[in-house]
Nanobody
């Protein structure tokens, strides 16, 4: 079992930055991790993923060049650094853990989910 707790969300002006954290319990280093987001009235969408070594990462096209995912296995934490935030980035951001890095752009590719943290970007 893995429990995930996100933090770091908040209200920021367009162009600003935030760093989200996701603290995990359980065998964290064995899991690939992902970030997803869900805006009101929309489906949950893939943002970024990182494998258990931290060597393999991928991003949604909408965030490439602005967001950076990283992990610290010693601290059981995965991060999402978000720069150049836009109003369309406003959403609840969720972290997720996957036993096998497969279908990583789909919500079905993940076994455990956090409760989410709200990110609001004002124009």
């Amino acid at each position: 079992q893995v429990q995930l707790v996100e933090s770091g969300g908040g209200l920021v002006q367009a162009g600003g930055s935030l760093r989200l954290s996701c603290a995990a319990s359980g065998p964290f280093s064995r899991f690939a991790m992902g970030w997803f987001r869900q805006a009101p009235g929309k489906e949950r969408e893939f943002v970024s993923t990182i494998d258990w070594t931290g060597d393999l990462t991928d991003y949604a096209e909408s965030v490439k060049g602005r967001f950076t995912i990283s992990r610290d296995n010693a601290k059981n934490t995965v991060y999402l650094r978000m720069n150049g935030l836009k109003p369309e980035d406003t959403a609840v951001y969720f972290c997720a853990a996957s036993k096998v890095l497969r279908q990583y752009k789909s919500v079905h590719g993940y076994d455990y989910w956090g409760q989410g943290t709200q990110v609001t970007v004002s124009s």
